[in-house]
C-alpha cells in the first residue's frame, strides 16, 4: 500500500505564495499522475493541478497561471507552487496520485490526508 503526507500548509495573506509538497512512500510501482485537489467549506473538491504521463500538466481553471505543478520522480514527491493567493484559494489541499494509468489497464489510486491553506489578511 502508497501513503501520501502533504507538508507545507499554513496561513498566508492575500496575493502572497506559497509551496505545497507531497512525499510518497510505500509499494511503489510506478508514479504515472500525481495532482492536487482542493475543498474549500461549502463546495466539492475539485482539480487543482495535474502531472501525468509524459510530463503533461492540467490546471484547473480558477488557477492556471497562479499555480505550477512538478514532481521529483526520483524521490516520490509532487511540489505545487502557488502565487498571488487570494481568500477564494482557501481550502484543504490532497495530494493524489495514480499508479499504473500509464499502461492503459487498471490501475491504483491514493490521496493524502489533505492539508489546510488559509489565506486571509
Known amino acids: 500500500q502508497v501513503q501520501l503526507v502533504e507538508s507545507g500548509g499554513g496561513l498566508v495573506q492575500p496575493g502572497g505564495s506559497l509551496e505545497l509538497s507531497c512525499a510518497a512512500s510505500?509499494?511503489?510501482?510506478?508514479?504515472?499522475?500525481m495532482a492536487w485537489y482542493r475543498q474549500s467549506s461549502g463546495k466539492g473538491r475539485e482539480l487543482v493541478a495535474r502531472?501525468?504521463?509524459?510530463?503533461?500538466?492540467v490546471y484547473g481553471d480558477s488557477v492556471k497561471g497562479r499555480f505550477t505543478i512538478s514532481r521529483d520522480g526520483a524521490k516520490h514527491m509532487v511540489f505545487l507552487q502557488m502565487s498571488s493567493l487570494t481568500p477564494e484559494d482557501t481550502a484543504v489541499y490532497y495530494c493524489?496520485?495514480?499508479?499504473?494509468?500509464?499502461?492503459?489497464?487498471?490501475?491504483?489510486?491514493?490521496w493524502g490526508p489533505g492539508t489546510q491553506i488559509t489565506v486571509s489578511s
Open positions: 510505500g509499494d511503489i510501482f510506478s508514479m504515472d499522475v
Open positions: 502531472i501525468g504521463c509524459g510530463g503533461k500538466e
Open positions: 493524489y496520485v495514480e499508479m499504473g494509468s500509464c499502461l492503459g489497464s487498471a490501475y491504483f489510486e491514493y
